[in-house]
């Protein structure tokens, strides 16, 4: 049976091992999932291991992320744009990065909730990370704007800057401060990935932001309704998603990068979602 494994450091949230053992259920594939705890600074040394037990990829989680583009031998270029890799495959001695986080993103969007990102107005709330990664891939599906607002106005602004320097995004990804917002517009897509809703706090936004044909996505999961999507839904936003689909597009990604088949999703985010109330 082929091998492969999520590490991380903790790892017992991780659903990884659960969706992919689903996959492979469903797609009839050989292999076994598991979730592996890396000590802190033990990363680069517990895949070696896991490679030499025969490992053929892994997912990688929090906070390996970056490491995880140091360690491969070849990185995608969204994996480079992303500053960060969540999956690495092994082909004999060499190792591939990816970063399948930000096409989740734009799939669950796009196809599982059906809300078109080209041609639309689209907020990211954050510039850290997680902002980072979702860029590319919400560029590459076409919007009119992509508005990057961040409480330091200056982190968004570097975070733009380094797209457009590498020449991603012209005159469609701009940076803001949170307290720019009011004079914003409505917007038809806001995105959360600050990690204000894993700290249960509010973020200071300006209700006008939201409209009845606005999707609120908050990329955290099984959270329920957090403060960010309370707070969207008083507003009145038209609808509100969490990052369970996010998860799951990226998990079904990183499969059929790992074994040629791609799994269905649908019935699996059925079974993790839980409700927004
Ligand atoms: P990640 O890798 O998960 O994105 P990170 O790199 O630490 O985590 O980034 C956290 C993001 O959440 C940042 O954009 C941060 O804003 P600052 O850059 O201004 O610090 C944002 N964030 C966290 N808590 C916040 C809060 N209470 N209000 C507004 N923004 C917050």
């Given at each position: 049976m082929d091998r492969y494994a999520v590490i991380g450091h903790?790892?017992?949230?991780?659903k990884s091992p659960l969706i992919h053992t689903w996959f492979a259920q469903a797609t009839e594939q050989a292999l076994t999932y598991t979730a592996i705890e890396a000590p802190l600074d033990g990363f680069a040394a517990t895949v070696d291991a896991f490679r030499a037990a025969g490992g053929r990829g892994v997912n990688v989680t929090l906070p390996f992320k970056i490491e995880a583009c140091a360690y491969a031998d070849e990185v995608s270029e969204r994996a480079r744009l992303a500053g960060a890799a969540n999956a690495l495959a092994f082909d004999g001695t060499r190792c591939r990065a990816e970063n399948f986080d930000g096409v989740g993103l734009a799939r669950d969007i796009?196809?599982?909730?059906?809300?078109?990102?080209?041609g639309r107005r689209v907020l990211m709330l954050g510039a850290g990370g997680a902002a980072r990664g979702a860029l590319q891939p919400l560029l590459q599906a076409a919007p009119t704007l992509l508005l990057v607002a961040n409480r330091s106005t200056d982190k968004a602004a570097a975070l733009v800057a380094s797209f457009h320097a590498q020449?991603?995004?012209?005159?469609v990804l701009r940076a803001a401060g949170?307290?720019?917002?009011?004079?914003a517009g409505r917007f038809d897509i806001v995105v959360n990935a600050t990690s204000a809703s894993l700290a249960d706090q509010a973020l200071?936004?300006?209700?006008?932001?939201?409209?009845?044909d606005t999707l609120a996505y908050d990329?955290?999961?099984?959270?329920?309704?957090?403060p960010f999507l309370r707070q969207a839904q008083q507003a009145g936003a038209g609808r509100l998603a969490d990052g369970i689909g996010m998860l799951v597009e990226q998990a079904a990604e990183a499969f059929a990068w790992w074994r040629g088949v791609r799994p269905d999703t649908a019935a699996v985010i059925q079974r993790l979602a839980t409700p927004l109330t």
């Open positions: 903790p790892i017992g949230h991780s796009t196809v599982n909730l059906g809300h078109p990102v080209a020449g991603w995004g012209h005159g949170l307290d720019e917002l009011v004079d200071p936004l300006p209700p006008q932001i939201f409209g009845p990329m955290v999961y099984g959270q329920g309704l957090t």
